[in-house]
């Protein structure tokens, strides 16, 4: 059975730090790329969610979008089946349900997300 398992979030000041991570079970990890989204307050239902970057099967590659670049950095341990995305300098702004989806081929899974809170 395949398991993706977000945790770490919670509560922090601006300007502060976050790690999440991101379980994979049941799975060969080192054949899926992740990708972090998030989902702010009050989103409407159906509504996608937004992308906030991604990393390669073997770490070799990463991207961000525009919002997170120089802040956030992704990274994996394959031997952990874990991804994680660390967040610095935080605002408010940030403040969202963070998912990780693994994709290999077309095999897609999604976890339950994490909530990260970013308030003074």
């Known amino acids: 059975q395949v398991q993706i398992v977000e945790s770490g979030g919670g509560s922090v000041q601006p300007g502060g730090s976050l790690t999440i991570s991101c379980l994979a079970s049941?799975?060969?990890?080192?054949?899926?790329?992740v990708s972090w989204y998030r989902q702010g307050p009050g989103t409407a239902p159906g509504t996608e969610r937004d992308?906030?970057?991604?990393?390669?099967?073997?770490?070799?590659?990463?991207e961000y979008r525009n919002p997170v670049k120089g802040r956030f950095t992704i990274s994996r341990d394959n031997a952990k089946n874990t991804v994680y995305l660390q967040m610095n300098d935080l605002k408010p702004a940030d403040t969202a349900v963070y998912f990780c989806?693994?994709?290999?081929?077309?095999?897609?899974?999604w976890g339950q997300g994490t909530q990260v809170t970013v308030s003074a």
């Open positions: 049941g799975v060969t990890f080192n054949q899926y790329s």
């Open positions: 992308l906030v970057g991604f990393i390669s099967r073997s770490g070799d590659r990463t």
């Open positions: 989806k693994a994709v290999s081929g077309n095999l897609v899974y």
